[in-house]
């Protein structure tokens, strides 16, 4: 009997060693689950945006990345000075249509001035519509537009195909890049300065043709 009693407490004692064994394998299983599936990960992520972060940093505070914004600082603000000092006497009209050479137009329509309200700035708006060119030389006439005056901007760009480009079954041998162009720009200027701007193109008009009544007027529209 108290053999059979012994090796019962023994096997009592053996079961719960292998309880205890098998609840801390489980716990350790679900610890290191917890770590693979959800806290690594987490941690990769937050490791990989701040990497992210110390690149741009970087980026940010590189030597050459100053100097360059530096000089375009400086650029800007040579610009500036130098347009107080030899401000631009153009209006936007005169300014599309110098520009325009070697491209053509038909019509160049007056220039639109919207006022501001209540002392903002006013809006003048110049539209053109180019002949048939090819889309480079069409954006390089915008570029020698913005050449002139910065502060013109383009509001509008509508391209059709022209007739030397069109395709099908009637066309042959067409130029796939030729564009009709039809561009819109604006300026905002200073309250005021849109009306005299205005007022002043039509007074140079006015002395260019009474000095030469034979130069071609350019329509309105």
């Excluded at 290191?32 to 490791?47: M, R």
């Amino acid at each position: 009997m108290g053999k059979a009693a012994g090796n019962d407490r023994t096997n009592e004692a053996l079961q719960l060693v292998i309880m205890i064994l098998l609840f801390t394998s489980a716990g350790l299983a679900l610890f290191s689950g917890f770590f693979y599936f959800f806290y690594i990960p987490g941690q990769k992520d937050e490791l990989q945006a701040q990497t992210l972060d110390a690149n741009k940093l970087y980026e940010l505070l590189d030597s050459r990345r100053i100097k360059q914004d530096a000089r375009e600082i400086y650029n800007l603000r040579d610009r500036y000075l130098d347009h107080i000092k030899n401000p631009i006497t153009k209006d936007i009209q005169q300014i599309v249509l110098d520009a325009l050479p070697p491209l053509k137009s038909k019509v160049i329509p007056q220039t639109t001035v919207t006022k501001g309200v209540k002392g903002g700035p006013t809006e003048l708006k110049q539209a053109v519509d180019l002949e048939e060119a090819s889309l480079k030389e069409i954006l390089l006439y915008i570029t020698r537009v913005q050449q002139e005056n910065p502060s013109i901007l383009v509001g509008h760009l509508g391209l059709n195909r022209g007739r030397r480009g069109a395709s099908g079954p009637g066309a042959s041998g067409g130029d796939d890049d030729r564009w009709a162009a039809r561009l819109e720009f604006h300026l905002f200027q200073a309250g005021g300065q849109g009306g005299a701007a205005a007022a002043g193109a039509k007074a140079a008009k006015a002395e260019k043709a009474e000095a030469d009544p034979l130069s071609p007027e350019i329509p309105s529209g």
